[in-house]
């Protein structure tokens, strides 16, 4: 079975499952008696990535005990307890090297009087920080590198020593990773939230862990949210919170991973400004401005050549596009007010009989992912690497009766959080993802709600029934895996 990667579009906790290997040394002692009985070393001029697994650790141990564990740098020649963050001489001599880790790739060794916290780090370059991309929320890789006054956030303003850039949500993390399950593993620290009172801190005066090396990176490839936190189920869930504690919460759960988006790509602000060709509007007055004309081959021939130029690197994608990593996504807008041209409604006529009785159908089906076909098979002929991504939702969830073409990645959009009360649309759902899965040769996403009816009852001011779902949740994230 082909390897699934998942996009979590509401905030959710994901607890990954552990690959161990080493041997389990003598307890190694963290703070003694409320003492510190050891150093954090970073590099002289450690990765994004590092600076705030260094941090991240010292405030935390902090919370737990009290003691405040220096952060030294390796050129300091430290004697004594360490804890190497990151890739540093120090970790070379032990033969450790970030690049010898896979992407997303991390470890957690103990070794005599030395735990290893590390993995793969995107590295601050003028080539890293040019790559183009946009995500599904259509921030670009750059905004997605988030700058916060740390100490702020964490609840320490007299020590705040300024903002710094946080790692990219996209961007390689392995020593947070590492940083994050220590944390969680060894020091019994869990963030449900971005605010105090989402976070578990224990309480003790000495901390000592033990146990074995830990060398693996998440199941789930690829793993997102609303990136803003702002959506008023959340404020409901998490109560009173910055914007900086967001940004932190999601680097404690991991968000990020592989690059890869995909939401509406064509809709008023991208027909106006980029794909605004007269040749190929849609002909229904309803969709004017927000809809096109799929069946057009002038279309096919400049989203193709867009997708090219992204592959090249030549120019920052229009606003409003998504696109990432192997990815150039491709998605209609949010309404079925489609072109009524010969060409469309032939194609469309074809789906009168896909209707399910749920929200997601194939009625569109034969007509929206023919577009898709026509657009990923010239893309493959000059790029036959990459991938055009697209959504299967609402009215073209199910896949089409022909083939596709390899390059064509598919997101299948699923109500999970309807899954504990309504039997007959989790059957959906699956239908059609089993579909995907039989008939897609390409890595295949998904888009899971989690958000109804929390949402609506907020929006709308009605009384709803705490929707906690903990093992539905991970039933269906076991069959993602």
């Given at each position: ?8 579009m ?63 740098s390796?050129?300091?020649h ?11 001489p ?14 997303q ?5 103990f ?34 590198r ?47 939230g ?19 090396d ?19 189920f ?25 690059r ?14 980029v ?5 190929y ?13 799929y069946t ?45 041209c ?33 657009v ?7 790029h ?35 899954y504990?009360?309504?039997a007959?649309?989790?059957?959906n ?40 779902m903990v ?11």
């Amino acid at each position: 079975m082909k390897q699934v990667l998942v996009t979590l579009m509401v905030s959710a906790t994901i607890q990954f499952a552990c690959g161990l290997e080493g041997r389990a040394l003598a307890a190694f002692d963290l703070v003694q008696q409320g003492m510190p009985t050891c150093s954090i070393i970073i590099a002289e001029e450690p990765t994004p990535a590092a600076r705030l697994a260094a941090l991240e650790l010292q405030c935390h141990i902090m919370k737990i005990t009290g003691a405040e564990i220096p952060i030294r740098s390796d050129g300091d020649h430290i004697e004594g307890r360490r804890i190497l963050v990151g890739e540093s001489p120090a970790t070379r001599q032990l033969g450790l090297r970030g690049a010898d880790f896979q992407p997303q790739e991390y470890l957690i060794a103990f070794r005599q009087d030395t735990v290893i916290l590390m993995g793969r780090d995107w590295q601050d370059t003028e080539a890293n920080r040019k790559a183009q991309g946009r995500s599904t929320t259509d921030q670009t890789l750059q905004q997605l590198r988030h700058r916060v006054d740390y100490w702020k956030a964490v609840g320490y303003p007299d020590r705040s020593a300024g903002e710094m850039e946080l790692p990219g949500i996209f961007d390689d993390q392995g020593t947070c990773l590492a940083a994050y399950d220590f944390l969680e593993r060894f020091c019994g620290v869990r963030w449900y939230g971005p605010s105090r009172l989402n976070i578990v801190i224990p309480a003790r005066t000495t901390l000592t862990v033990a146990g074995d090396d830990v060398r693996r990176s998440p199941a789930l490839k690829h793993r997102s949210a609303l990136v803003g936190g702002s959506w008023p189920f959340l404020r409901g869930q998490w109560g009173d919170y910055t914007q900086e504690q967001v940004y932190l919460y999601w680097r404690r759960i991991r968000q990020g991973g592989e690059r890869w988006a995909g939401n509406h790509t064509f809709h008023r602000n991208t027909i106006k400004t980029v794909l605004n060709d007269p040749e190929y509007q849609c002909q229904n007055p309803r969709g004017l401005g927000s809809q096109l004309c799929y069946t057009n081959s002038k279309l096919v021939d400049q989203v193709a050549q867009m997708a090219r130029d992204y592959f090249d690197g030549k120019g920052e994608l229009p606003e409003g596009w998504k696109a990432m990593g192997d990815y150039f996504a491709i998605v209609p807008d949010d309404n079925i007010n489609l072109c009524t041209c010969e060409a469309c409604r032939e194609l469309l006529d074809k789906g009168k009989d896909r209707k399910t009785g749920f929200f997601s159908s194939g009625e569109m089906s034969e007509y929206w992912f023919s577009f898709v076909n026509a657009v990923a098979r010239q893309v493959r002929k000059t790029h036959p690497d990459k991938y055009i991504a697209t959504l299967a939702y609402w009215s073209y969830a199910f896949a089409p009766d022909f083939d596709l073409e390899p390059n064509v990645s598919v997101a299948p959009c699923l109500h999970t959080c309807y899954y504990p009360v309504h039997a007959e649309m989790k059957e959906n759902d699956l239908r059609f993802y089993r579909q995907w899965q039989e008939k897609s040769e390409a890595p295949m996403f998904l888009w899971v709600y989690y958000h109804h009816p929390m949402e609506p009852a907020l929006i709308d001011r009605w009384k709803c029934f705490p929707h906690v779902m903990v093992h539905e949740t991970a039933r269906a994230m076991q069959m993602f895996i």
